[in-house]
């Protein structure tokens, strides 16, 4: 097992890190701006209600305070009295009536916005280059978007139209108190300084603790991600308690980076608390002493009471709403660092069609780097034709998989050009490209559906008897046959029911379903039992017929009969040519095919 200190390294992915800027309202504009489908719509709803409930409770202390006390009891008019009582009823069920639609119609904008947000999220990610994958874990990816999106999701069903809201109420409170008695209003209000002097000592703090949060939490997804998927590794090498008491500490520091930032986000209300306990104790001081000297009236001092209770309110709110936009902005922060990460492998506009494409394959100097360090490709050049079938052979670490690669396009050379059919592939449309080249890899990915879905996967638009006739072909059709369900039976993530083997099947008749014209098969046979080989390479000689094939194999009995062999070693091309011209050359694929024929005579 790893010590603690280097596998802590393994699971600290660079974009997970507390990013020191200051706060960004741009940033905030453009979270703001997943509102604008809903501007004609749910947003001017929700505001009709806000407006409607504001005034209601802007209105009542009037109603209670100047007319009430002021009016109705001082001057004993019980009939007056009767009909304020009245309309106060009437208005507290017309502001029920308006807070229940607010807070049905911010709910429902609030889903629908971050609906929006994690699927263009997940759109965008679909479309980045291998290059972005290769730097980041899946924990840190479904970070972004389920944790990261869903953190935003008070802003949006609370935040935005409660702040509207508590902002039109304070200044509304304002307005009254100062009409009805200004040295009452300044005397009360002399502790607001004091509230934003915390608050703004408190928001760096807050916010790069919220940053600290996402980044443990990401940590946490990605450990948790990689013990699942390697749980039969974990178990085989009995390394259960290494990998419990690795997670257990991960999990401590998400548990307390959470205490560190809930215990600053919740020193705001306290002080809000302590500020309206020193305004009230103003209130009742000065407002006696105003009272004394006639200069408001008892209705006046108790509709003060009444705003200032309202006041604080909205207060707290605004320092809790403060709270969730930092949250958002650290989450945003990191979520369009995501979205506005471009492709490697860019899909030019106007490309090159290629619906009609024959198969060609060029290589002309071509060198790649998956980093600055080393060359994984030194300048190779050939020419395969259309329809022949190659085969790359040569160590682990020689370039075969990154000749793969290339065909495909999921990364672009550092030098030199790749064509088909003597069109540049950076020229070329790449979804066209992409869907010209059928691969099968070695680790088979199988999804969670029917044995149908999973081999149609290729061609969604394929009929049934399409499916069945290349699983046929391939012979999978034998196996799929003797399931529950056959060919709807349903299988789990990675195939767990189904062997190796098996899995290897399905990607073969994925891939050929697709009718690629051009065959990638990288180590696409290392899995397969010898009889499940002989049924693949029977089926292969008519099916890659009419194809531009590659074959990348370690098992040199598989490619005896391409039309060329490649040897590669270190990123070069050390011999090209068929079986018995390598054979009779005597050099290093003589050599790789007499080591194998030991080896296998060694083992029987």
């Given amino acids: 097992m790893m ?85 106060t009823a009437l208005l507290y069920g017309l502001s029920f009536v308006s807070n229940w639609y607010r807070i049905r119609t911010t709910n429902q904008l609030g889903q629908f ?32 978007v389920i944790n990261d999106v869903n953190s935003m999701q008070d802003l949006f069903t609370n935040g935005v139209i409660n702040t509207l809201m508590d902002v039109v109420t304070l200044i509304g409170i304002f307005v009254i108190l100062f009409v009805l008695s200004p040295p009452l209003a300044v005397a009360v209000l002399l502790v607001i300084p004091l509230i934003f002097f915390i608050s703004t000592k408190l928001r760096r703090s807050i916010r790069r603790s919220w940053q600290k949060v996402r980044m443990k939490m990401s940590k946490l997804n990605s450990h948790l991600n990689e013990s699942i998927q ?31 930032a809930s215990k600053k986000n919740a020193m705001f209300r306290p002080f809000v608390d302590l500020s309206n306990a020193v305004g009230s104790a103003i209130l009742i001081w000065f407002g006696v002493f105003l009272i004394h000297r006639n200069s408001i009236e008892m209705g006046t001092f108790v ?31 990191r979520i369009f660092e995501f979205l506005d990460e471009q492709p490697s492998v860019p899909n030019k506009k106007n490309g090159v069609s290629m619906k009609n494409i024959r198969g060609t394959i060029d290589f002309d100097g071509v060198e790649f780097s998956y980093d ?23 160590h682990t670490g020689s370039g075969k998989t990154t000749i793969a690669n290339l065909i495909s396009r999921f990364y672009d050379v550092t030098a030199g050009h790749v064509c088909f059919d003597g069109v540049d592939v950076r020229n070329i449309d790449l979804r066209e490209l992409r869907a010209s080249v059928g691969t099968v890899i070695q680790e088979t990915y199988v999804f969670s559906g029917t044995i149908m879905d999973n081999i149609r996967f290729g061609k969604p638009d394929a009929s049934d008897g399409e499916v069945i006739q290349a699983a046929k072909a391939i012979g999978a059709d034998a196996f799929i046959q003797r399931l529950p369900d056959g060919y709807l039976t349903e299988v789990e993530e990675r195939g767990n029911i189904l062997s190796v083997g098996e899995r290897q099947l399905l990607s073969f008749a994925r891939a050929l379903l697709s009718n690629p014209k051009i065959l990638i098969l990288d180590e696409a046979t290392a899995s397969i039992d010898t009889e499940t080989e002989a049924v693949i390479q029977t089926a292969l000689k008519q099916l890659l017929e009419g194809r531009t094939s590659i074959i990348i194999a370690h098992r040199l009995s598989t490619i005896r009969d391409s039309d060329q062999i490649v040897v590669l070693n270190e990123g070069d091309i050390m011999e090209k040519g068929n079986h018995q011209e390598l054979m009779n050359l005597k050099g290093r694929y003589f050599d790789l095919v007499l080591s194998q024929y030991n080896a296998l005579d060694g083992v029987s």
Avoid: C
């Fill in 372 to 394: 600055a360090s080393r060359k994984a490709l030194k300048g190779i050049t050939f020419h395969i034709p259309a329809g022949e079938t190659w085969a790359l052979v040569g």
């Fill in 113 to 144: 916005v971050i609906h929006d947000l994690r699927e263009r999220l997940f759109n965008h990610i679909q479309y980045l280059s291998h290059r972005f994958f290769d730097s980041r874990s899946a924990g840190s990816i479904l970070v972004r």
């Fill in 303 to 333: 509709s003060f009471s009444f705003y200032l209770g309202m006041f604080w309110g909205p207060i707290s709110r605004l320092g809790q709403v403060y709270n969730q936009l930092l949250v958002a902005m650290a989450s945003s922060e």
């Fill in 230 to 260: 390697g749980i039969r590794v974990t178990q085989s090498f009995t390394q259960e308690r290494e990998n419990r008491a690795y997670f257990n500490g991960v999990n401590t520091e998400n548990f307390l980076a959470w205490q560190e």
């Fill in 3 to 87: 010590k603690s200190g280097t596998k802590k390294e393994r699971f600290f992915y660079p974009e997970d890190r507390v990013i020191e800027k200051p706060f960004n309202w741009k940033q905030l504009l453009r979270l703001l701006n997943y509102l604008r489908p809903y501007l004609k719509t749910l947003i001017p709803k929700a505001i009709v209600a806000m407006a409607v409930s504001t005034a209601v409770r802007l209105i009542i202390p009037i109603i209670i305070g100047v007319y009430a006390f002021d009016r109705a009891i001082s001057g004993k008019n019980y009939s007056l009295l009767y009909w304020l009582v009245a309309l």
